[in-house]
Structure formats: structure tokens, C-alpha cells
């Protein structure tokens, strides 16, 4: 697994650096108090910020003392984590203002060649205002407006950060392409589940029969599928109970059957929904769809028993249209014919999953991105309501598998929900997500001194 980049949180005693650690980390590892001087050693924890994974070190406060007090040498290790960091993130004290001690760290931080973020912490309120304002002088271009405590100003944080942590993750084909497909067979009772996965083993490893609800337990089967080309793909197949209506649950085996299979959608990469070729679509199918959909999972669906399917043409072309507008958040869900009983369309089906898993994976380069981006709002600008104009700014790729942006901007609260999808469909037609979950959010660049 490849190393996270580092971030060092640096200041002087008592500016917030652990209040700031524990929030990055999301959970109280670093001891809080009022005093200065409570953090002795480096502490390290994994931070995510809007979709950002880094570690984060928390070192002592920085003092002026001879090395071999314990000051001393706290500063020691200090400079040695900052060394070793992709970034420093220095931290003064907005309310206290720009200290002789902050103007020596910076002249120090000046000296390396570690790259700095700057930020003013508890910066909230007026009574920040002036040290934000006086931070400016340290050289390192625009502070923070930070408030550790309150959470203020993480989107600004993250927009600093990233582009020193921020790195293409390993093409995991390499990665992807070679990586065990997690694939999830879902589906209503008897839609034939089972018998397609022994199929597909070419083994009866599963119990199957005409009765609704043999298997009670998600079983995850480890398998190599050699694919069309010769090369062997590694699989780790999960069967799953059926899902039917809640209000249809009546006994305990199948509830817990039922929560078994949710739960196996969660750890499911890709989720083949199955249908009964001999009962078309039901709502239940759709439901199922879509709860997948909603856990951000890549999505195939496949008609079974399409062997003893009657009018063949009319029925799939029903049931693409029936899930195209079921499922308007994920148009173009990969729509495939198979039979559990003769094998029909199994490879087609295990390419798919893997085509999907693929673009689930995706990541677009910034540039790329942000000329879609610019060319998207040119054709259809934001509206502007009450005669306020929305300003957009730019947009971020914060995560893969699913694929998930985080759009900047001006009064981006006001944006309506047709723009945000008119942007999200931009993305997968034009970007070519296709039918794969994205995500798609909104936030605001707080800037104090910028009244727009």
C-alpha cells in the first residue's frame, strides 16, 4: 500500500496544534489544555479532510531554548518532522497576534525547503481580524482564517493543502485491472442467484432449489476467472439472500438474511442486480437498484433464465426503459441477458463488472477537469437568484470508487438542485463516468476580508 503524505503541524506553544490534530484526525488522540507545553513528543494520526488522506504529525510547540533543555530538544524534533513532511502547516494565534517567536519560525521554515501553509487559528469573531491581518507579513502568502476549535475554514485548508499532498493514486490496473473484483450477486428470492454462481464455478457449491430463500448467509467464493483474452482475473464472488419487502419479512431467518445481503453490498466493489427473466422488472428490483446506487457502488443488471424467457426483444427493451427512468441518477446501467442454466452471457457479464469497476476507479486530471468545467458554465451559467450572481470558481476530483467532486465558489448555498445535476450529468457524459455513482457537492471559499 503506498505511503500517505505527511503533514506537519508547527507554531509556537499554546496556538491550537492539537486542537487542530485532533479535528484533522476525528477523534481526541492529542491532549487539549490551556497550558503550553502539554504536547512533549511527535504524535502521528491519518487525517481526511474533504476527501484528502494524509498523516498528520503534531509536534511540540517551537521554543527558543538551548538544545539540551527539554525545550531544547522538543524543538529538535520538531525541525526533524517537518524535514521528513510533504508540507508544514504553521499555525499562529490570530488573537494574540504575530509574536517575536512566530517571526523566528517563520524565518526558520523560510530556511527549508519543506513547502508551508499558513494559518490563523481562532480566527472567528472580530477579535481575530487584526493578528489574520498582521499573519500576512510572515511571507507565505494568504493566512487561513482558521478556527480549530469550531471547525471554520476547512474548506480554505483543504484548497491550501492539497496541492502539496494531494497525488494520483497507483492505477490500480496495476492496481485496478489485477486487484481481486469484489462482485455481489443481489436480487429478489429465487431470481436464481445460486445457480448462477455455480455456473460460473462450474461446481455445485451452492445449495440451490425451486424454493424461495435457501440461502440465508452472504458466502464469499474466491475464483479466478479466465477471461475471453487468456488472462486470468481474481474474483472474490458473494452470494447473497434475497431481498423482498419489508413488509413480506415475516420470519426472523430471512430478516437477518435481508440485513445480511445489505450488509454484503457494502463490501461489494461492483453489485450484479438480477432478474427473473420469466417476471420481467418488479418495484422491488428497482429498490434494490437503487439502494446500491445510494451506496455508491458500480451497478450491472442482468436478465436470468433468459433461456426460457418468452418474447425476448420487447422484454429487455421494456426493462431498459423501465430503469432508465427508475434510476435517472445513474442512466445506462449496463443491461446484459444471462442463463444460470446454459452459461449464456457469463463472460459478458464478468467483462462488464470489471469495465464498470474501472470507471468507479477513475480519477481526472485537474486541468482536464477544470476545462470541462469552464466550458460547462460558459454554455449554462449559473442563475443568479435575487439578482445576486453565483460565482463559480473551480471544481476537484476529492475521491474515487465512488468518483466524488467538490465544487467552489460564491453563495454556492443558492445553488438550485437542476444545476447541480446539470453539472453531474456533464460529468459522466462528458468525462465518461457513464453510469457509475458521482458525487457531486457544493462549498463556499470563506474569505473574511471579501464581502461578495
Known amino acids: 500500500m503506498a505511503k500517505l503524505p505527511t503533514v506537519a503541524i508547527v507554531g509556537r506553544p499554546n496556538v491550537g496544534k492539537s486542537t487542530l490534530f485532533n479535528r484533522l484526525v476525528g477523534k481526541k488522540l492529542a491532549l487539549v489544555d490551556d497550558r503550553p507545553g502539554v504536547t512533549r513528543d511527535r504524535r502521528e494520526g491519518e487525517a481526511s479532510l474533504l476527501g484528502l488522506d494524509f498523516r498528520v504529525i503534531d509536534t511540540a510547540g517551537y521554543e527558543d531554548e538551548d538544545p539540551e533543555t527539554l525545550p531544547g530538544r522538543m524543538r529538535q524534533q520538531t525541525i526533524a518532522a517537518v524535514r521528513e513532511a510533504d508540507a508544514a502547516l504553521f499555525l499562529v494565534d490570530a488573537r494574540a497576534g504575530v509574536t517575536p517567536l512566530d517571526e523566528e519560525i517563520a524565518r526558520w521554515l523560510r530556511s527549508d525547503t519543506t513547502p508551508v501553509v499558513l494559518a490563523a487559528n481562532k480566527a472567528e469573531g472580530r477579535a481575530g481580524e487584526s493578528g489574520l491581518m498582521e499573519a500576512y507579513a510572515l511571507g507565505f502568502g494568504d493566512p487561513i482564517a482558521l478556527s480549530a476549535e469550531h471547525g471554520e475554514g476547512v474548506v480554505d485548508l483543504f484548497e491550501q493543502l492539497r496541492p502539496h499532498v494531494e497525488r494520483e493514486e497507483e492505477d490500480e490496473a496495476g492496481g485496478a485491472g489485477d486487484a481481486t473484483l469484489k462482485l455481489a450477486i443481489v436480487g429478489r428470492p429465487n431470481a436464481g442467484k445460486s445457480t448462477l454462481i455455480n455456473r460460473i464455478l462450474r461446481q455445485d457449491r451452492l445449495i440451490t432449489g425451486p424454493e424461495a430463500g435457501i440461502t440465508r448467509d452472504s458466502i464469499a467464493i474466491d475464483w479466478e476467472w479466465h477471461a475471453p483474452d487468456g488472462t486470468a482475473r481474481p474474483v472474490r464472488l458473494i452470494d447473497t439472500a434475497g431481498m423482498r419487502k419489508k413488509a413480506k419479512v415475516e420470519d426472523k431467518l430471512e430478516k437477518l438474511a435481508v440485513a ?14 438480477l432478474l427473473d427473466g420469466t417476471r420481467g422488472l418488479e418495484a422491488q428490483d428497482l429498490r434494490i437498484a437503487d439502494n446500491v446506487l445510494q451506496e455508491g457502488r458500480g451497478l450491472v443488471v442482468a ?131 457513464g453510469a457509475v455513482p458521482v458525487r457531486l457537492t457544493a462549498r463556499a471559499s470563506r474569505n473574511p476580508f471579501n464581502k461578495d
Not at 365 to 371: D, M, P, V
Request: charged share 25%; proline share 6%; glycine share 10%.
Open 260 to 273: 445480511d445481503a445489505r450488509r454484503a453490498v457494502d463490501f461489494a466493489e461492483v453489485v450484479v442486480l
Open 303 to 433: 436478465i436470468n433464465k433468459w433461456d426460457v424467457a418468452e418474447n425476448g426483444s420487447a422484454l429487455f427493451n421494456g426493462i431498459k426503459a423501465a430503469l432508465d427512468e427508475g434510476l435517472s441518477q445513474a442512466r445506462g446501467v449496463p443491461l446484459l441477458t444471462v442463463s444460470g442454466m446454459t452459461g449464456k452471457g457469463i463472460d459478458q457479464l464478468l467483462g462488464a463488472a470489471f469495465d464498470i469497476r474501472d470507471t468507479w476507479s477513475k480519477r481526472v486530471s485537474t486541468g482536464q477537469l477544470n476545462r470541462w468545467f469552464e466550458a460547462a458554465v460558459e454554455k449554462n451559467p449559473p442563475p443568479a437568484p435575487g439578482g445576486k450572481r453565483i460565482k463559480l470558481r473551480y471544481i476537484t476530483q476529492v475521491n474515487t470508487r465512488p468518483p466524488a467532486f467538490v465544487l467552489f465558489g460564491n453563495r454556492v448555498d443558492a445553488l438550485p438542485d437542476s444545476y447541480l445535476r446539470y453539472l453531474t450529468n456533464g460529468l459522466r457524459k462528458e468525462l465518461g463516468f
